[in-house]
Nanobody, 115 residues
Framework: QVQLVESGGGLVQAGGSLRLSCAAS????????MAWYRQAPGKQRELVAQ?????????ADSVKGRFTISRDNARNAVTVYLQMNNLKPEDTAVYYC???????WGQGTQVTVSS
């Protein structure tokens, strides 16, 4: 079955870094663009970074220059990473990965940035 398992979140001070990982399996994720999304309390889920099958990336303006998305394609699974540097309190959210267009969502991983 489709599985999306995010990990790597935590509590970090402003200016710090985290690296998120996502293991995606059970579907042909390698054929799709993949993305990281985030949802802050009281806000809608937003797309922050995406990467095509061929590795072309695009970022939301709010994270451009600070976040880097990458992916490893395997036969039956894809691992997607999000390197987050110079974190800001406004980056606090639950982070999810998914394909584009998204399928069912995983549990996400909480990122909390203290000022």
């Amino acid at each position: 079955q489709v599985q999306l398992v995010e990990s790597g979140g935590g509590l970090v001070q402003a200016g710090g870094s985290l690296r998120l990982s996502c293991a995606a399996s059970g579907s042909d994720f390698s054929s799709f663009a993949m993305a990281w999304y985030r949802q802050a309390p009281g806000k809608q889920r937003e797309l922050v970074a995406q990467i095509t099958r061929g590795g072309v990336t695009n970022y939301a303006d709010s994270v451009k220059g600070r976040f880097t998305i990458s992916r490893d394609n395997a036969r039956n699974a894809v691992t997607v990473y999000l390197q987050m540097n110079n974190l800001k309190p406004e980056d606090t959210a639950v982070y999810y990965c998914n394909r584009i267009p998204p399928v069912l969502w995983g549990q996400g991983t909480q990122v909390t940035v203290s000022s």
